[in-house]
């Protein structure tokens, strides 16, 4: 249909959300519309005459110029993707169609700014990868290395901390450190601290910037150190109170972070924090199913989870292994005479003498009231389970200070070996509790012990 005027002289191309660009065969920029200007930061006489390419993101720049080429030969390419850095140096993320027009050998482009969409769809992705983790993170180091990688999806993040704060210490402990330039945590201990005082006080996140450092309040000038340009630092904020926080750092030759980068993170870190505690919580009932809460021995469901473990590859590797179950002799008198809390404290004592006597690899477990079960893996001399019995008999045999009283711990140990004494994990057992009994009543016999 004819329009009473020509439709191109009113400027309705200026009022357009889009920018319409124009380039020359040799890809410079000879028209651009006035939202150029607002999506890419630069008025139209600082680009005309310069190459559209300079303009685009250096990672898609290969392949917008091939896909330039294909719409050269007269292809037009509809709602193309691709990111270009704006003046101020932050990413656009632009989708573009384009159509060649050969009579005025020129491209003709129309670009719309996508930008806050794709950081929208990136947080969105971010919040369900979080989610995720702490579903499928196997422990707390597993989630906070998969947290630094969601994070590193949303802004730069290689110096990058978490530290948990520690309610019965009163202390802020880095259960999680990556840091470029090797500082250790300690170095950075400090700063950590001021600003963890600082975010608990307000239950908000901070950005110390070198650059306007004397704008902050004394407290927080002296945070930082020789290299860092900016420290972020953001609460884990859980239900009951502040658990933790995270700690990025830019150094001089990395980024600057923002306000926005700032309230991205506090964004985010609800999501983190809940995923910490829940994580924590499992681990925490994981610890209380396998583990005896006296002594903090393995139990007996975790013994015989290490005891089919170990004895599958004792079977491949066509090694030696060794049980011993050992039993405290007359330990009821101890809980009759001084008292049942003394007990506990004489079988908190006998687990942490056990543990010396073994390698890390070994396993000291609490199975019953006195009775422990020791497991030695791979053994290479076939009398060393008998050589850590004597050293057991020799160390529990010390003098035990139980508040005023002396005590002295006496035990029977039976040793069962794979594979001569036991092929599975019950019948080394109670091959082991067999040879226990037997040490006991002869002691008994020796000593006369349990008479009247
Ligand atoms: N303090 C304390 N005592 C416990 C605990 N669990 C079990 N017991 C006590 O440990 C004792 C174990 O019994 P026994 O092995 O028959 O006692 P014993 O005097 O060592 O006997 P012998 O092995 O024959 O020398 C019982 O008196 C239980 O009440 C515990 O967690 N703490």
Not at 271 to 282: D, F, M, P
Not at 285 to 301: C, I
Not at 309 to 316: E, F, G, N, Q, V
Request: a negative charge; glycine letters at 4%.
């Amino acid at each position: 249909m004819d329009t009473p005027f020509n439709i191109t002289s009113v400027g309705f191309i200026d009022l357009l959300p889009d920018a319409i660009c124009i380039v020359d065969e040799t890809g410079r920029f000879v028209f651009v519309s006035s939202a150029f200007e607002r999506i890419f930061g630069y008025p139209p006489h600082e680009v005309i005459g310069k190459p559209m390419i300079n303009l685009v993101h250096p990672d898609d720049r290969a392949n917008t110029l091939a896909i330039a080429d294909d719409i050269m030969t007269g292809n037009p390419r509809i709602n193309i993707e691709n990111r270009y850095i704006r003046k101020d140096g932050e990413i656009a993320h632009i989708m573009w169609s384009a159509r060649w027009s050969p009579e005025n050998k020129v491209r003709i482009a129309v670009a719309r700014d996508i930008t806050n969409r794709k950081k929208a769809e990136t947080v969105r992705s971010a919040l369900y990868a979080i989610s995720e983790a702490a579903h499928v993170a196997e422990d707390l180091q597993d989630l906070f290395e998969r947290m630094h990688g969601i994070i590193s999806t949303l802004l730069p993040a290689e110096n990058f901390s978490i530290a948990l704060h520690d309610a019965e210490q009163q202390s802020l402990n880095f259960a999680y450190h990556v840091d470029q330039h090797q500082q250790s945590s300690a170095v950075l201990q400090q700063s950590a601290e001021k600003l963890y005082a600082e975010i608990v006080s307000t239950h908000q996140p901070v950005l110390v910037c070198t650059n306007d450092r004397l704008t902050l309040p004394p407290r927080l000038q002296t945070v930082g150190n020789q290299h860092a340009l900016c420290w972020l630092a953001v609460p884990l904020l859980a239900k009951n109170g502040t658990i933790g926080a995270l700690f990025l750092r830019s150094y001089n030759d990395g980024s600057h972070y923002t306000e926005q980068d700032k309230e991205l993170l506090r964004f985010v870190s609800v999501q983190i924090a809940t995923a910490v505690e829940r994580t924590q919580l499992y681990a925490r009932l994981q610890h209380a199913s396998q583990y005896d809460p006296l002594t903090d021995l393995p139990n007996r469901g975790l013994l015989f989870d290490r005891l089919r473990t170990s004895l599958a590859r004792a079977r491949r590797r066509q090694e030696m292994m060794a049980v011993l179950f050992l039993d405290l002799d007359r330990f009821k008198e101890v809980n009759d005479t001084l008292g049942h809390a003394a007990g506990d404290q004489l079988l908190q004592e006998v687990a942490r003498r056990l543990k010396q006597c073994v390698r890390e690899t070994d396993t000291v477990a609490r199975i019953g009231g006195d009775e422990f079960v020791i497991l030695i893996e791979s053994m290479q001399q076939p009398d060393y389970a008998s050589i850590v019995a004597d050293k057991i008999h020799a160390t529990l045999g010390q003098p035990l200070q139980l508040d005023e009283h002396v005590v002295h711990i006496l035990s029977s140990i039976g040793i069962a070996h794979y594979p001569n004494d036991g092929e599975s994990e019950q019948s080394l057992l109670d091959h082991a509790d067999a040879a226990m009994y037997e040490q006991k009543q002869q002691r008994k016999k020796d000593t006369h012990f349990g008479e009247g």
